[in-house]
């Protein structure tokens, strides 16, 4: 199995972390995503939503990690 990148946002906040998250989204088809900003969790998840895009939500600590199953 083949190596999967992650984004890991922690320590940034929104907007930037927003735009960097889906970015990495868009461009570089990353799964997975480390964060811990409760705006951009939110931002996030429900932009995922919009777009009909399937994915996992698991709180870890102090922090969540976002895992795309299907775009």
Same mark, same amino acid.
């Given at each position: 199995?083949?190596?999967?990148?992650?984004? %890991?946002?922690?320590? /940034?906040?929104?907007?930037?972390?927003?735009?960097?998250?889906?970015?990495?989204?868009?461009? #570089?088809? $990353?799964?997975?995503?480390?964060?811990? %900003?409760?705006?951009? /969790?939110?931002n996030f998840t429900h932009?995922?939503?919009?777009?009909?895009?399937?994915?996992? #939500?698991? $709180?870890?600590?102090?922090?969540?990690?976002?895992?795309i199953i299907r775009n």
């Amino acid at each position: 199995m083949a190596h999967q990148e992650q984004f %890991d946002g922690r320590g /940034l906040t929104c907007p930037l972390a927003f735009v960097l998250l889906k970015q990495h989204l868009l461009k #570089k088809n $990353v799964k997975d995503f480390l964060l811990d %900003d409760d705006t951009t /969790l939110y931002n996030f998840t429900h932009y995922l939503q919009s777009q009909g895009i399937e994915f996992n #939500k698991m $709180v870890q600590n102090e922090y969540y990690h976002i895992n795309i199953i299907r775009n």
